[in-house]
């Protein structure tokens, strides 16, 4: 099962290539020359100052973004699977409402908190976490990246969560979190294996993820939407793990790790002889391509933030999900 729109293409690895060719520098000292491996230096990410404005920047072109509906005064700003859903969902505003958006109100953040890793070469990334002047008290989780000291900063994951549920990182005496490697096989699953695994999970199941509503509660749902009079509903989940879609972890003070990835999924509508696929809303009809007669197909990207905890320790806990629309196809 396909359509015409995947996810925007990867396009950090040449820059990621390019920079980690170019970081090596060279330095002076009383004996002489040094090669001085800056790829391999443990600095932090960022500054507090540097992430708080790097929120306000992202906001004040979110903003923007959202009331012309025009995902080009945003697109320095997101990436990865926070990008997708972005430009799906403001593509969709512009079709449906040219003169952009008469709903608009301005998102803003108060009480930001920047949990900021040292590690060595790139991307540097952050977690911001801000009480949003919506979603009632769940906090926003946004992390940030960029690939060279001259790029923008852009917010690649944006979760929601509940106050209760984020968890306490390990830091250093100077205040500096750990990221944790994509390979580590400390924790209950590595990173760089949850999307792989969870999208397994939403086809067969298993004991690796806790019940919940974006685990259980998900597969629940689908297998009461599977059959109904009429229309078959079939479902496909692809990991996203390259580039942009890559995972990023933060070490937990109890030895585990916040983890934020992301999954790509179809959803194909299939309405028996004689009936018609149920009519879907104007943004879903904005990002279809084709006549729907007996099927359609939706494409979604979502990302997620899960608790992994030491291997060991329990199942892994999906604490937040964010799934957009992305493209659509009528046959």
């Known amino acids: 099962m396909s359509t015409d729109r995947g996810p925007r293409r990867l396009r950090s690895l040449d820059r990621r290539v390019l920079i980690a060719a170019s970081l090596t520098a060279l330095s002076l000292t009383a004996s002489g020359c040094v090669v001085v491996h800056g790829e391999r230096e443990m600095i932090p990410a960022a500054t507090q100052a540097e992430a708080a404005k790097a929120l ?11 009331e012309a509906y025009d995902s080009s005064l945003d697109a320095d700003h997101v990436t990865g699977a ?14 449906n409402n040219p003169d952009g958006n008469s709903a608009h109100t301005p998102l803003e953040f108060t009480d930001a908190e920047f949990t900021i890793p040292k590690k060595p070469g790139w991307p540097r990334w952050f977690l911001a976490d801000a009480q949003g ?3 009632g008290d769940s906090r926003w989780l946004l992390v940030f990246t960029r690939d060279a000291l001259d790029a923008p900063w852009e917010a690649a994951y944006l979760t929601l969560v509940a106050p209760d549920q984020l968890p306490e990182f390990k830091k ?4 500096w979190a750990e990221a944790v490697d994509a390979n580590s096989a400390e924790l209950a699953i590595a990173p760089a294996d949850l999307s792989k695994d969870y999208t397994a999970f939403l086809k067969d199941g298993g004991e690796t993820f806790a019940d919940g509503s974006h685990t259980s509660g998900w597969r629940e749902k689908r297998t009461k939407n599977a059959e109904r009079p009429g229309l078959v509903t079939q479902y496909i989940d692809e990991p996203l793990t390259e580039g942009d879609y890559a995972p990023l972890a933060l070490r937990t003070a109890d030895g585990g790790a916040l983890v934020f990835f992301a999954t790509h999924h179809y959803q194909k509508q299939t309405a028996a002889p004689g009936t018609s696929v149920p009519t879907p809303n104007k943004d879903v009809l904005a990002l279809t391509k084709g006549e729907i007669k007996q099927s359609l197909t939706m494409e979604f990207v979502s990302n997620e933030v899960a608790l992994d905890p030491a291997n060991g320790s329990g199942a892994v806990s999906v604490l937040g999900r964010i799934e957009g629309l992305t493209g659509a196809k009528g046959e």
């Open 172 to 175: 250093d005496k100077d205040g």
């Open 82 to 95: 926070l990008g997708d859903i972005d430009e799906a969902r403001l593509e969709a505003g512009r079709a």
């Open 133 to 135: 002047n919506r979603g």
């Open 56 to 66: 306000k920047d992202f906001t004040a072109a979110y903003n923007a973004a959202d």
